[in-house]
């Protein structure tokens, strides 16, 4: 929620600015702004709406800063009009602040600073920074912000710069992201590392606590009390193509299409740090998997692969319901946290209960270096690469790669298990190759509104997950059910205008299916299939039938995701919708 970026360097620092928000936009896009210094005044310009509103606004002006910040707003305090965007600033205009996260006792600094004289512009927390600063300004801005800082109680991250140190950015890390980027002459900070990837691989993940002091020519990195840090410098594995759409007319596109890649990846890294997992699923009583979102349902999918084959007990709990729950959680259990980003606050809040509760805990990310890789007991990566679509895609097939590798790890037969996940990229590569059969299927649905999806066990989180992808950037109202349920309830909902979208692989549970679609059928309900190839039943029962290769049923959940997330897309698409940042939503989800 809401990007940061800081460039102090010798080149122009406004097209560097604009360019890193654009790869940060998925973290929000509310508003857009950037302050700059520019002889020895701060400029700054600023628009509601996203990045391409204030380039709009800034085009002809031919700024020559050299140092500059600039913000890419997911809205909490305040609405998200020209005067709440990013930066703020001081009274005299001197001090220009951006900032992800929340000040929460902004209120009592607000009406102390009130009282003191200041006025106010905005609405948000986020200005109660800039004064601070401003006060405690006494010709050392790493002072001023130690002094500032001090004050502050919350989550955030902010980058501030001033007219009287025009080559220094300062940027501030304390449970929001932020790092550091290293370059010749010019030095960057970013809430991600897609932000600066044209640049430098040269990354520093700073943690809580700290500040980094840049100049073009220094990186400094101290603690709250202004004690310098030494810290590790990370090269990315990730490059710039992986951050650009390459020809696809979405990112969501292109991230769908590159999960053969993401699976085998994942496997492959999954394989060459096995032996350096310190622990046995066998070992504990019960593992309990904490994830929000479509790194849920993959948790949802784990579960039948633990009990499978590791023999151990599984409960999947959102993250959010677990912080405050009193579910007892000791040393006899281990808990896995999953997460994309990294930086789900709710998945990271859970995990540290988690662990004062006595858990040993593991994370699953796509992120090195983020927030939950470095709270966790030990860490296993996801190599899905940067996501930018905010549906997640490929990182979702790749934490179902991770989930599956540990739990065959723990079988008898684990050297067989293992060795399927190499046939999974070519499964999947034959299932996007139907992806225009789904592009036909999807132009018959644009008009509805509601859509129920059924699944039975180890693809009934897939219904949840294609329930989810279709909301989320197409806006249409859609349900996942376990496709037993249907009688306890949805079935009410079907009549001849209800798409019912089921999963129905030739699985253990493949007549059970057959009898739910024949009660959707009496019901004139339409059902949208998928199935294996060359399933004819299945086939004759459905207005519409979306195939797959034939596959064992433990590998299903890896190919029956792929039709309904480009069923998803091509809606959203053909609707004329921005299916990569859909309204209201935010890939990284910092707030509670
Ligand atoms: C859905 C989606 C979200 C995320 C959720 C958790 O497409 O992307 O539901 O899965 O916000 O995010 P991470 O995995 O980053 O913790």
């Given at each position: 929620?809401?990007?940061?970026?800081?460039?102090?360097?010798?080149d122009?620092?406004?097209?560097?600015?604009?360019?890193?928000?654009?790869?940060?936009?998925y973290?929000?896009?509310?508003s857009?702004?950037?302050?700059?210094?520019?002889?020895g005044?701060?400029?700054?310009?600023?628009?509601?709406?996203?990045?391409?509103?204030?380039?709009?606004?800034?085009?002809?002006k031919?700024?020559?800063?050299?140092?500059?910040?600039?913000?890419?707003?997911?809205?909490?305090?305040?609405?998200?009009?020209?005067?709440?965007?990013?930066?703020?600033?001081?009274?005299?205009?001197?001090?220009?602040?951006?900032?992800?996260?929340?000040?929460e006792?902004?209120?009592?600094?607000?009406e102390?600073?009130?009282?003191?004289?200041?006025?106010?512009?905005?609405?948000?927390?986020?200005?109660?920074?800039?004064?601070?600063?401003?006060?405690?300004?006494k010709?050392?801005l790493?002072?001023?912000?130690?002094?500032?800082?001090?004050?502050?109680?919350g989550?955030?991250?902010?980058?501030?710069?001033?007219?009287?140190?025009?080559?220094?950015?300062?940027?501030?890390?304390?449970?929001?992201?932020?790092i550091?980027?290293?370059?010749?002459?010019?030095?960057f900070?970013?809430?991600?590392?897609?932000?600066?990837?044209?640049?430098?691989?040269?990354?520093?993940?700073?943690?809580?606590?700290?500040?980094?002091?840049l100049?073009?020519?220094s990186?400094?990195?101290?603690?709250?009390?202004?004690?310098?840090?030494?810290k590790?410098?990370?090269?990315?594995?990730?490059?710039?193509?992986?951050?650009?759409?390459?020809?696809?007319?979405?990112?969501?596109?292109?991230?769908?299409?590159?999960?053969?890649?993401?699976?085998?990846?994942?496997?492959?890294?999954?394989?060459?740090?096995?032996?350096?997992?310190?622990f046995?699923?066998?070992?504990?009583r019960?593992?309990?998997?904490?994830?929000?979102?479509?790194?849920?349902?993959?948790?949802?999918?784990?579960?039948?692969?633990?009990?499978?084959f590791?023999?151990?007990?599984?409960e999947?709990?959102?993250?959010?319901?677990?912080?405050?729950?009193?579910?007892?959680?000791?040393?006899?259990?281990?808990?896995?946290?999953?997460?994309?980003?990294?930086?789900?606050?709710?998945?990271?809040?859970?995990?540290?209960?988690?662990?004062?509760r006595?858990?040993?805990?593991?994370?699953?990310?796509?992120?090195?270096?983020?927030?939950?890789?470095?709270?966790?007991?030990?860490s296993?990566h996801?190599?899905?690469?940067?996501?930018i679509?905010?549906?997640?895609?490929?990182?979702?097939?790749?934490?179902?790669?991770?989930?599956?590798?540990?739990?065959?790890?723990?079988?008898?037969?684990?050297?067989?298990?293992?060795?399927?996940?190499?046939?999974?990229?070519?499964?999947i590569?034959?299932?996007?190759?139907?992806?225009?059969?789904?592009?036909?299927?999807?132009?018959?649905?644009?008009?509805?509104k509601?859509?129920?999806?059924?699944?039975?066990?180890?693809?009934?989180?897939?219904?949840l997950?294609?329930?989810?992808?279709?909301k989320?950037?197409?806006?249409i109202?859609?349900?996942?059910?376990p496709?037993g349920?249907?009688?306890?309830g949805?079935?009410a909902?079907?009549?001849?205008n209800?798409?019912?979208?089921?999963?129905?692989?030739?699985?253990?549970?493949?007549?059970?299916?057959?009898?739910?679609?024949?009660?959707?059928?009496?019901?004139?309900?339409?059902?949208?299939?998928?199935?294996?190839?060359?399933?004819?039943?299945?086939?004759e029962k459905?207005a519409?039938?979306?195939?797959?290769?034939?596959?064992?049923?433990?590998?299903?959940?890896?190919?029956?995701?792929?039709?309904?997330?480009?069923?998803?897309?091509?809606?959203?698409?053909?609707?004329?919708?921005?299916?990569?940042?859909?309204?209201?939503?935010?890939?990284?989800?910092?707030?509670?």
């Amino acid at each position: 929620m809401c990007g940061i970026v800081g460039y102090t360097g010798r080149d122009l620092a406004l097209p560097i600015l604009l360019g890193a928000l654009e790869r940060l936009e998925y973290r929000g896009y509310d508003s857009a702004g950037v302050a700059l210094i520019e002889n020895g005044k701060l400029i700054v310009e600023k628009k509601a709406g996203k990045i391409r509103e204030l380039v709009r606004a800034l085009w002809g002006k031919n700024y020559k800063a050299k140092t500059g910040i600039g913000h890419t707003r997911w809205a909490t305090h305040g609405k998200p009009t020209d005067e709440n965007a990013h930066p703020h600033t001081d009274e005299k205009g001197e001090f220009a602040v951006v900032h992800n996260g929340i000040i929460e006792n902004y209120i009592e600094l607000r009406e102390e600073l009130k009282k003191e004289g200041v006025k106010f512009k905005s609405d948000t927390d986020t200005e109660v920074i800039a004064h601070l600063i401003a006060k405690n300004y006494k010709g050392d801005l790493l002072q001023a912000v130690i002094e500032a800082v001090k004050k502050l109680k919350g989550a955030f991250a902010f980058a501030v710069i001033t007219v009287h140190e025009p080559n220094r950015v300062i940027g501030v890390k304390n449970g929001s992201p932020l790092i550091v980027g290293l370059g010749q002459g010019e030095n960057f900070l970013a809430s991600d590392i897609p932000a600066i990837l044209p640049y430098t691989k040269k990354v520093i993940v700073l943690d809580d606590g700290e500040i980094a002091d840049l100049t073009p020519d220094s990186v400094n990195i101290y603690n709250f009390n202004g004690e310098p840090v030494t810290k590790d410098v990370m090269i990315t594995p990730w490059d710039l193509v992986a951050a650009e759409k390459s020809g696809f007319k979405h990112f969501m596109l292109k991230e769908i299409y590159e999960q053969p890649k993401a699976v085998l990846d994942t496997y492959k890294g999954f394989i060459s740090n096995e032996e350096t997992i310190p622990f046995w699923l066998k070992d504990y009583r019960r593992i309990l998997i904490i994830a929000c979102g479509t790194s849920y349902h993959a948790g949802l999918v784990g579960k039948y692969w633990i009990e499978r084959f590791a023999g151990v007990p599984v409960e999947v709990i959102y993250a959010s319901e677990f912080r405050y729950s009193d579910t007892p959680v000791s040393d006899k259990d281990l808990v896995i946290g999953i997460s994309q980003s990294g930086e789900t606050i709710d998945t990271k809040f859970a995990l540290q209960s988690a662990k004062e509760r006595g858990a040993f805990t593991v994370g699953i990310v796509n992120v090195v270096g983020s927030a939950i890789d470095r709270e966790v007991d030990f860490s296993i990566h996801t190599h899905a690469g940067p996501e930018i679509g905010v549906a997640a895609t490929k990182t979702f097939t790749a934490q179902l790669t991770s989930l599956y590798c540990l739990a065959a790890r723990e079988s008898n037969e684990r050297e067989e298990l293992l060795k399927k996940v190499e046939k999974i990229p070519a499964l999947i590569e034959k299932t996007l190759a139907k992806a225009e059969d789904v592009e036909k299927v999807s132009e018959k649905y644009l008009k509805k509104k509601d859509f129920l999806y059924l699944g039975r066990y180890i693809n009934f989180p897939i219904a949840l997950e294609g329930a989810l992808k279709l909301k989320e950037i197409s806006y249409i109202h859609a349900e996942g059910y376990p496709a037993g349920e249907m009688k306890h309830g949805p079935i009410a909902l079907i009549d001849e205008n209800m798409p019912v979208t089921v999963i129905a692989p030739k699985d253990r549970v493949y007549e059970k299916m057959l009898s739910n679609i024949e009660e959707v059928l009496a019901r004139k309900g339409i059902v949208i299939s998928v199935g294996f190839e060359g399933d004819k039943v299945l086939k004759e029962k459905s207005a519409d039938f979306m195939e797959i290769p034939e596959t064992e049923e433990v590998l299903t959940p890896f190919l029956t995701v792929v039709p309904l997330q480009l069923l998803a897309y091509f809606i959203a698409s053909k609707l004329g919708l921005d299916v990569d940042q859909p309204r209201n939503l935010a890939k990284t989800v910092t707030v509670e």
